[in-house]
């Protein structure tokens, strides 16, 4: 304590901000600068007609509308509201008919879900600065098609949000939007290492939040980087303390963007594995940082749908590093994190061979 008060007065010395939020990013995070981040946005009337919305329905067939006829989704055969929901938003760059929410769609698809993928390319690739502050009124739009939709059957208590990255901020604007027009909660967000850049700085009312939704699950694996460190859910993990993953190659590292992408498969196997992703609950985000959060009577959660919803904290996850990734029990031994396995040359306490 003493010594972390030095710390703040010579770094004030060298007159940079001294961050009392230290153990949510080191020292702030990749790209901490986001110029602009805090402007107001807004998308002009001409251009909604480029957010599109698209259905995806048994045999993966898809139908896409656009924001002026989006109501008609309650109409098209691939629909049942009597079915549960799952809204996925794309991330930066991303485009519904890249590989991720095909994997997305698919796996919802085969559960049974209705599967609504939201398409804001023409939004999401400008420069990124531009992407960030226009997701809030993608986020707005979206909301408000989900408000005419519930008017047509759609249920909030069956309806879920997913996102990755970008994605992972944008569920945050649909959910808190719908919360205040329709006054009722969208049941579930699964937000995949939510995007860092340009969000870290903001207030808990203008990113993904606990507040949002009934529930809130959040993965992190890359959480000073692409990702961010803070508590945003109900249930938050940090995969392998949440900083970098393990590299499938021995010899090549898991940096930011292999780590940040590595949530992607995570959460694919842990759809097909559904209770082998065993998590240890942790007192701080510091604790999952260091693996710090072995127990000889451990507090556990699963990570991935088949979480307790009731079981909220933060939690550590130890995963092998190769797909399909879980340890299932043994993830709850200290030998089996997965910096002290890396290399039988490392003892294991003094030197990080990777990262
Ligand atoms: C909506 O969700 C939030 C966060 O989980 C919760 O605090 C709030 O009570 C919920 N509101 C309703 C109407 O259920
Ligand atoms: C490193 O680990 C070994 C074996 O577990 C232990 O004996 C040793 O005290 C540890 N060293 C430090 C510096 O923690």
């Known amino acids: 304590m003493i010594f972390r ?35 107001p946005a807004s998308i002009p009337r001409s251009q909604l007609k480029y957010l599109y919305f698209v259905v995806q329905g048994k045999g993966r067939t898809r139908q896409t509308y656009n924001y002026w006829d989006a109501k008609n989704i309650a109409t098209d055969p691939r629909i049942d509201f009597r079915r549960k929901t799952v809204v996925v938003a794309i991330g930066y760059l991303d485009s519904t008919s890249f590989p991720i929410s095909g994997m997305f769609a698919n796996e919802y698809e085969a559960r049974g879900y209705n599967v609504i993928l939201i398409d804001n390319q023409r939004f999401a690739t400008v420069h990124y600065y531009l992407a960030s502050r226009l997701m809030r009124p993608v986020g707005k739009h979206v909301a408000e098609i989900l408000v005419e939709l519930t008017k047509a059957g759609l249920d909030p208590a069956k309806t879920e949000l997913i996102g990755f990255s970008l994605g992972g ?35 808990s009312q203008e990113r993904l939040d606990a507040s949002n939704a009934d529930f809130v699950q959040v993965i992190h694996t890359n959480i000073d980087g692409y990702g961010m460190a803070t508590r945003m859910g109900h249930v938050d993990f940090y995969v392998n303390g949440g900083e970098f993953q393990p590299a499938d190659l ?24 559904p209770r082998k992703f065993i998590a240890l609950k942790c007192n701080s985000i510091q604790e999952a940082r260091d693996a710090a959060c072995y127990k000889e009577h451990p507090v556990t959660n699963v990570m991935g749908d088949s979480v307790n919803v009731n079981n909220h904290g933060i939690f550590y996850l130890s995963t092998s590093k190769m797909f399909p990734y879980y340890l299932g029990k043994n993830g709850l031994k200290p030998e089996y994190a997965s910096w002290r396995r890396i290399s039988d040359i490392n003892e294991g306490n003094e030197t990080e061979v990777y990262t």
């Not at 940079?16 to 981040?37: L, T």
């Not at 808190?176 to 969000?199: D, V, W």
Request: net charge positive; glycine share 6%; charged share 15%.
């Open 5 to 39: 008060l030095f710390l703040c007065v010579y770094v004030f010395l060298l007159s940079v901000e001294c961050d009392p939020r230290a153990e949510e990013g080191y020292p702030r995070g990749f790209m901490s600068v986001c110029p602009g981040s805090t402007k």
């Open 250 to 273: 021995n010899l090549f590292p898991c940096t930011s963007t292999c780590s940040h992408f590595r949530v992607l498969t995570l959460w694919l196997s842990s759809m097909k594995n």
């Open 169 to 203: 901020q944008t569920v945050s604007y649909i959910a808190r939007n719908y919360q205040n027009m329709a006054g009722k909660n969208i049941s579930r967000i699964t937000a995949l290492e939510p995007a860092g850049p340009c969000f870290r700085t903001l207030s």
